[in-house]
């Protein structure tokens, strides 16, 4: 096994954070492959880690144990069952869940959902895709799925010097897989986004329920129409949802259809920057708007556009409601924090002349578990904002 010694020991890595970037780095012995496990060392010699190499990423090594351990079958059956261990009191009230959260669940590079009887699984290192036999070989024995598919597509593939692949990789099944969350049936879209639905909002989702007896809503970046179905099942009149996927809005159709939503709802095709401007002029009006944008930025480098953007959103989507009020707003970018947000929202609420009351706070739900230690588990950022003239 190559050997890795640290250059010196900081409080980072000492506090259990997995990360080691090439700057971190001593020297090596032995020769590698990217994507090859390595032992690390600390400069004194002793053992620190296990994990795996890349070359060709800023972080050079992904430590995957601290313990001298195999990294077989049953190191993988041992951290997943933990996982499930956690999930099992916390996951409630939905028969698809996130199993597997990458470093959350101290697997850097491995996303697995499970929707019913099938799991979706995402390789995003090429560390983790080399480990993919035995990944695969642990969750079949755990689980015993009907079929798993590989969504292995993104651009962070790229950056590791793996090409995108999709497809079942065991068994078989349908593209739009049926579940169910907080009472509701949805579909989970194997040729769509992420894993075929964005499981992290469920909690949040379900906050919305309270807020939309009666009302008039705009569920903006709606993707499969989660929120919608969500305020419709609070009992909203009418939903107007935005997305600029074509496809989404058909599975959304799917959706709402399935829950008898029939007449409640419309779809636009659209860049929701540009339509909430049209009705802006146009002087249409929502008692509730839902933003749910995609990241602005995949890393600090895009920070202030990211922010621009949030605030650009926002600001919109103030202007479009009654006041009183209610926006529910989201963002899922890692590097804006929720002070960094929640300073944008004020900013909006000066410029609007507007002032914005904090009625239910979410973020992400226990089956994307943020682990303290390692700041960057904490993206997404959720709040139900009541929105009142000054
Ligand atoms: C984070 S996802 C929304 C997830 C959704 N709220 C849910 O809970 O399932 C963001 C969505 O925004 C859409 N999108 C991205 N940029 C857009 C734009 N400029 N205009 C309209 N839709 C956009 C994407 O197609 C995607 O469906």
Redesign the pocket.
Known sequence: MPKVFLKKLNARLQGGHPWIYENEIGRVEGDYENGDLVDVFRPDGSFFGKGYVNDRSLIRVRLLTRKNEKIDEVFFEERIKRALELRKRLVKDTDAFRVVHSEGDFLPGLVVDKYRDYLVVQFTTLGMEKLKEKVIDSLLKIFEPAGIYEKSVGSFREKEGLQDFEGWIYGNGPELIEFEMNGLKFLADLK???TG??L??RE??RMVIDFSDGKVCL?????????AAHLLRGGAKHVTL????ER?LEVAKEILMMNGFEGKFELIN??????LKVFDKDGKVFDLV?L????FAKSAKSLENAKRGYKEVNLRAVRVLKKPGILVT?S?TQVVSEETFKEILVEVSQDTKTILTVLKRGGQPSDHPVTLNIPETNYLKFFILQVEKR
């Open positions: 769509g986004q992420k639905a964005f992290d909002q949040n989702a569920d903006v970046f709606s993707y499969t129409g989660n929120f935005i997305d600029y996927s989404a659209a860049n929701a920057f540009d339509l839902v749910d944008p995609p990241s989201s899922c």
